[in-house]
């Protein structure tokens, strides 16, 4: 009974706090439009950038691949081996962000914990973007390797890291998303990657957001950037709308992962009616530069649209929107006054954000029409009408 009452304690000191989580239940598929307690409402906070998680290719792909591989895949690779479906999606997304080879993973989470901790070790150094995603902050951590986190986007701290600790390691690397999740700006990569290589250091850039959305045939910031990293990982849930995530290296790199990444090697593979899934999507996101420039005029009229109502939105030319509120619980009303004019936007608190940073996170998609972006301004200009 002890444990429990500590239990109900911690539940009550995040409800305090202002940071008890109660996901909202969406009934039907994902969309421009969802459906919340029978009501439909615009979604503006879904990383379906480009509308592809209810496309009706996913869904024939998907139906195919139940037919012809079932649904699990039974146990991890290393046990049971690895079925077609797997390997086929492999090689498409090694070609599709030009690497030698891929490993499929059950998650963008799975990628990034298993990555990290599979490169580096005992004796080696990490050198980490102070706003990489917590799935990078945790592979460092579950490492052993000595981790030195450099101030976001700093180039110049860096490089002074570098050259303090890492003539003293056996290995290093250096680790940054591409497109920060949170705050919707890009990381230095061509800065990172000269630094990188000027000091004999790995690179591992995670393109998760970045991915299907910038650079030629949605092949991400590095290749918009003309910047090769060591390692690239990409998740599937995003613009690919459906699930998993890749990591993209040399063979070398790629081989040692599947032997060392404990949430590759201990978990059981992704459904390989996925993986079937995720082929026909990466056709679909190779031809969808139409959407791509919807997508980014869509976020730009937002961005200019809500500056003009007098919200803190920060600079950035990517689809994601922080909309910087500072107070968790007056973020948290923002929200629930936005969901009663029918627009979901999600808050964000700490500890995903730093504290004293909460914010409302937008992200519009490409299959967004017109006049759903006026609606959602029009909810936004009602609040501040009503304040």
């Given at each position: 009974?002890?444990?429990?009452?500590?239990?109900?304690?911690?539940?009550?000191?995040?409800?305090?706090?202002?940071?008890?989580?109660?996901?909202?239940?969406?009934?039907?598929?994902?969309?421009?439009?969802?459906?919340?307690?029978g009501?439909?409402?615009?979604?503006?906070?879904s990383?379906?950038?480009?509308?592809?998680?209810?496309?009706?290719?996913?869904?024939?792909?998907?139906?195919?691949?139940?037919?012809?591989?079932?649904?699990?895949?039974?146990?991890?690779?290393?046990?049971?081996?690895?079925?077609?479906?797997?390997?086929?999606?492999?090689?498409?997304?090694?070609?599709?962000?030009r690497?030698?080879?891929?490993?499929?993973?059950?998650?963008?989470?799975?990628?990034?914990?298993?990555?990290?901790?599979?490169?580096?070790?005992?004796?080696?150094?990490?050198?980490?973007?102070?706003?990489?995603?917590a799935s990078?902050?945790?592979?460092c951590?579950?490492?052993?390797?000595?981790?030195?986190?450099?101030?976001?986007?700093?180039?110049?701290?860096?490089?002074?890291?570098?050259?303090?600790?890492?003539?003293?390691?056996?290995?290093?690397?250096?680790?940054?998303?591409?497109?920060?999740?949170?705050?919707?700006?890009?990381?230095?990569?061509?800065?990172?990657?000269?630094?990188?290589?000027?000091?004999?250091?790995?690179?591992?850039?995670?393109?998760?957001?970045?991915?299907?959305?910038?650079?030629?045939d949605?092949?991400?910031?590095?290749?918009?950037?003309?910047?090769?990293?060591?390692?690239?990982?990409?998740?599937?849930?995003?613009?690919?709308?459906?699930?998993?995530?890749?990591?993209?290296?040399?063979?070398?790199?790629?081989?040692?992962?599947?032997?060392?990444?404990?949430s590759?090697?201990?978990?059981?593979?992704?459904?390989?009616?996925?993986?079937?899934?995720?082929?026909?999507?990466?056709?679909?996101?190779?031809?969808?530069g139409?959407?791509?420039?919807?997508?980014?005029?869509?976020?730009?009229?937002?961005r200019?649209?809500?500056?003009?109502?007098?919200?803190?939105?920060?600079?950035?030319?990517?689809?994601?929107?922080?909309?910087?509120?500072?107070?968790?619980?007056?973020?948290?009303r923002?929200?629930?006054?936005?969901l009663?004019?029918?627009?979901?936007?999600?808050?964000?608190?700490?500890?995903?954000?730093?504290e004293?940073?909460?914010?409302?996170?937008?992200?519009?998609?490409?299959?967004?029409r017109?006049?759903?972006?006026?609606?959602?301004?029009?909810?936004?200009?009602?609040?501040?009408?009503?304040?």
């Amino acid at each position: 009974m002890a444990f429990q009452t500590q239990i109900r304690e911690a539940l009550s000191d995040l409800e305090a706090a202002g940071l008890l989580r109660s996901p909202v239940r969406i009934s039907g598929p994902q969309g421009p439009e969802v459906e919340i307690d029978g009501r439909r409402v615009l979604c503006f906070c879904s990383n379906n950038y480009l509308g592809l998680a209810n496309h009706p290719a996913l869904v024939a792909a998907t139906e195919a691949g139940l037919h012809r591989e079932g649904v699990g895949a039974a146990s991890s690779r290393l046990i049971t081996g690895t079925m077609d479906a797997h390997r086929e999606a492999e090689v498409a997304y090694a070609n599709f962000v030009r690497a030698p080879a891929a490993a499929l993973f059950s998650s963008g989470y799975a990628a990034n914990v298993g990555t990290v901790q599979a490169l580096a070790g005992s004796g080696d150094v990490i050198f980490s973007d102070a706003l990489n995603h917590a799935s990078l902050i945790d592979g460092c951590r579950l490492s052993r390797a000595q981790v030195h986190v450099y101030s976001h986007r700093d180039v110049d701290h860096l490089e002074s890291l570098l050259r303090e600790h890492r003539p003293r390691s056996r290995r290093a690397l250096i680790i940054t998303d591409s497109l920060f999740s949170m705050d919707g700006v890009t990381a230095p990569l061509r800065g990172v990657a000269a630094l990188a290589q000027s000091f004999d250091a790995g690179l591992m850039v995670d393109e998760a957001h970045a991915l299907g959305v910038f650079g030629p045939d949605g092949r991400g910031l590095c290749a918009a950037q003309g910047v090769e990293p060591d390692v690239v990982v990409g998740t599937l849930g995003k613009s690919f709308g459906v699930a998993g995530a890749f990591t993209a290296a040399s063979e070398e790199i790629v081989s040692l992962i599947r032997n060392r990444a404990r949430s590759f090697v201990y978990s059981t593979a992704p459904p390989p009616l996925v993986a079937r899934a995720a082929i026909t999507a990466l056709h679909l996101v190779r031809e969808a530069g139409d959407a791509r420039k919807t997508l980014l005029a869509n976020a730009h009229k937002l961005r200019s649209e809500l500056r003009m109502l007098g919200f803190e939105v920060p600079d950035g030319e990517s689809q994601i929107l922080p909309v910087l509120i500072g107070d968790n619980d007056r973020t948290m009303r923002l929200s629930a006054k936005l969901l009663a004019r029918g627009v979901f936007v999600q808050g964000i608190r700490p500890p995903t954000v730093a504290e004293g940073t909460a914010r409302l996170r937008l992200t519009p998609m490409a299959t967004h029409r017109p006049e759903h972006i006026e609606r959602a301004i029009d909810a936004f200009a009602s609040i501040v009408r009503d304040q």
